[in-house]
């Protein structure tokens, strides 16, 4: 037996609204050992939404439906699941009840319209909506078929999901198993190069073991079928430190963390404090810090040296230097990093300045060259050479640019820890 999701908006097919809610089901079936082949998106057309019901039902046995359930024209979802079925759709006085009784706590009066939300198949039972308007359904139109409809709204969904279906689901023996999955990240090392490194593991059967990248960050998913959380844990926990072993210094956290977070926590762990002067990336490295709560404990602030004139004034940069390297150059680098680091009076001071595009470059210095710079305490300064490549794009260069120093600062904390 498996389910799937099928949302239902062409606000979804155009691209207006991110749909997080085919994200959130998706991790609520696994943690129910549900499996789940297929999500489906189609727009608000009765004769297409029936089309995918037809397909859906021949290789699924739960169907989430999500959308289509407000008061407008256009919300068709329980009107083209009632006709595919050939039932009737019948109103109910007690979801009138709830949705004038709602509508007065707002003091509010109920609109017509409204009374399209009351109308459910018949023989449906309905899911109840605590915060909404639109109820959902919970039906059998077959004996081997389930069916769940939920409102489009995010926080209606969750909550009418954990308090209303997830019961249902386990009453009818769901949840027995559960799938739980670590999420590994590695960054300075390419997929396909990882993947390599962890071919012997990619076709274990339990735990599975799965590469992805994006952005720059390659991640292995470990996942475990299990009885409970604790037991797939024990199932996941030899494979994971394996792979760790594997990734060595590109292993970088799991799960939740991020560079920043992770550089955060070295930084705090060693009583240090850390300073940026950025340029290409225009304050995108400060913002990935401060995304972590208490980031203040380390992080003191920095220096968006946009112009050549910031870079002078405010970071003590060589005129000459600039008009000898250009200010995309490792000497004006490290300057920066150095500058900020003692205007700031921190541990640490990280730099970047580059061309980002798509113009501004040329032949010796082209789009998606970026040099980074790091001072520490002690007078030591570095600087790094990177070429991420026009191809890139922009906001893909500045991305790679700020997690690559924050990549870099991690690696310097822990080579001072290594044995």
Known sequence: ??????????????????????????????????????????GDNPERLKKVIEIAISRAQILIF???LGPTPDDLTCEAI??????????????????????????RVMTPSNRKQALIPQGAEILP?????????IWHPRPELTIFTFPGVPSEMHRMWEETSVPYLKSQGWGKEIIYSRMLKFWGIA?????????????????????????????????????????????????????????????????????????????????ETLSVAESCTGGGLGQMLTETSGSSEYFWGGVISYDNSVKVGLLGVNPEDLAKF????????????????????TTWGLSITGVAGPGGGTDTKPVGLVYIGLAAANGEVESFEYRFGAVRGRSLIRHLSACTALDILRRKLLSSVLP
């Open 1 to 42: 037996m498996s389910a799937e999701i099928i949302c239902v908006g062409t606000e979804l097919l155009l691209g207006d609204i991110l749909n997080s809610n085919a994200q959130f089901l998706a991790q609520q079936l696994a943690q129910l050992g549900i499996p789940h082949y297929y999500q489906t998106v189609v």
């Open 66 to 68: 999500t959308g289509g």
């Open 82 to 107: 009632a006709d595919f079925f050939g039932v009737a759709l019948v109103e109910r006085a007690d979801i009138i009840e709830d949705i004038t009784r709602k509508y007065a706590s707002r003091d």
């Open 129 to 137: 909506n605590p915060t909404g308007t639109a109820p959902g359904i």
């Open 191 to 271: 997929e396909s190069a990882l993947a390599e490194k962890v071919s012997s593991y990619l076709n274990l059967p339990n735990p599975t073991v799965a590469p992805y990248a994006g952005k720059g960050e390659v991640r292995l998913r470990v996942s475990a079928k299990a009885a409970s959380q604790s037991v797939a844990k024990e199932l996941i926990s030899p494979v994971e430190k394996q792979l760790k072993d594997i990734g060595g210094l590109d292993y970088y956290g799991a799960d939740s963390d991020s560079l920043a977070s992770v550089v955060g926590e070295l930084l705090r762990s060693h009583g």
């Open 326 to 345: 250009g200010a995309v150059s490792a000497t004006v680098a490290e300057q920066m990093a150095i500058g900020v680091r003692s205007r700031l009076a």
